[in-house]
């Protein structure tokens, strides 16, 4: 059985070396409601909301570092803010999916997969820092799931669409919703404006979007 955790979602893509965490970079997603929770989009750049919840995201992630005695790896750990309380609900030794590597290249200018090859390899990872930035170009960037609700919507203004893919199929089928089955393509999306991403990123779902 698994425990039902309400509240914001996020994961930590995070590179460790030598088991310490040498770098751990916060992605928003983007969720249909409860109790599906399909992922709709996702966003890098925004910023851990205080010193505290930082804190507290490394402390869990070095427990599982601690608890499978990782010595060196690139880790997706997602996890949900239930009111002042961390829920890990899911740790994996793995690049984050979904585009989550593409958008966080593009905003800190990091390649995870050089990372991973890095270490695979025994080889100093600091390498692939030499592009890093905490602030970046000053553009939020995410990753926006299209679907038959959305496919059609108009992008707001603040919002640059930097590439779409569309896949051959013109209908989600039957089943309706918004999983993985359901998505038509996504797009790669910036902007300098957090609150015009997180405000376009979570408006795909069927009460408030007209096909």
């Not at 309380?85 to 899911?90: A, D, L, M, Q």
């Not at 590597?101 to 800190?108: G, K």
Request: net charge negative; with cysteine.
């Amino acid at each position: 059985m698994e425990e039902v955790a309400f509240g914001p979602e996020y994961s930590v893509e995070c590179v460790v070396e030598n088991r310490r965490i040498v770098a751990l970079f916060l992605t928003s997603k983007f969720l249909s409601s409860y109790p599906s929770c399909d992922e709709i989009g996702h966003l890098s750049g925004e910023q851990f909301a205080d010193v505290n919840l930082e804190k507290n995201v490394k402390e869990a992630v070095q427990g599982i570092i601690h608890a499978w005695n990782i010595t060196s790896a690139v880790m997706h750990v997602e996890f949900k803010i239930c009111g002042d309380e961390i829920k890990v609900i899911e740790g994996a030794c793995r690049i984050g999916g979904d585009m989550i590597s593409s958008i966080v290249e593009m905003r800190y200018g990091v390649s995870l997969e050089e990372c991973l090859i890095l270490l695979r390899c025994n080889r100093d990872v600091a390498v692939a820092f030499r592009r890093y930035s905490v602030a970046g170009d000053g553009y939020y960037y995410g990753v926006n799931y299209l679907f038959h609700e959305n496919l059609r919507t108009p992008v707001p203004l603040e919002i640059e669409i930097i590439q779409v893919s569309s896949l051959a199929k013109q209908d989600a089928g039957a089943g309706g919703g918004f999983g993985v089955e359901s998505r038509l393509g996504h797009r790669i999306i910036r902007s300098r404006s957090l609150e015009a991403m997180k405000s376009f990123l979570a408006s795909v779902t069927k009460s408030d979007l007209v096909g």
